[in-house]
């Protein structure tokens, strides 16, 4: 994201998920960033400062339902990924 500032490129209407939610610092890049939302799974302690700070900016920012851990699929079955962009052979 900030690599892509100092090119000039922007995340325009994009939306960025991580694991916790952003701190001030990351939230004023992301509010620069053209993202449109931001989705996190864990709190930050100063959360309430993130949420004014891309509120402000036009950032939603939502936090992902906490529901049992095996409702989330932590990998892709290997027939989805579709690697084609890194230059590899097709495996199909």
Do not use: N, W
């Not at 952003?22 to 993202?35: N, R, V």
């Not at 529901?67 to 892709?76: I, W």
């Amino acid at each position: 994201m900030v690599d892509g500032g100092v090119r000039r490129e922007r995340a325009e209407g994009a939306t960025l998920y991580c694991s916790a939610c952003p701190c001030l610092s990351c939230a004023k890049k992301i509010a620069q960033s053209g993202l449109k939302a931001v989705v996190y799974a864990e709190e930050y302690a100063m959360g309430h400062l993130t949420a004014a700070l891309l509120s402000e900016a036009g950032v939603t920012l939502r936090r992902l339902s906490q529901g049992p851990p095996s409702s989330l699929p932590l990998t892709r079955p290997a027939h989805s990924f579709d690697d084609s962009f890194l230059g590899a052979p097709s495996a199909s």
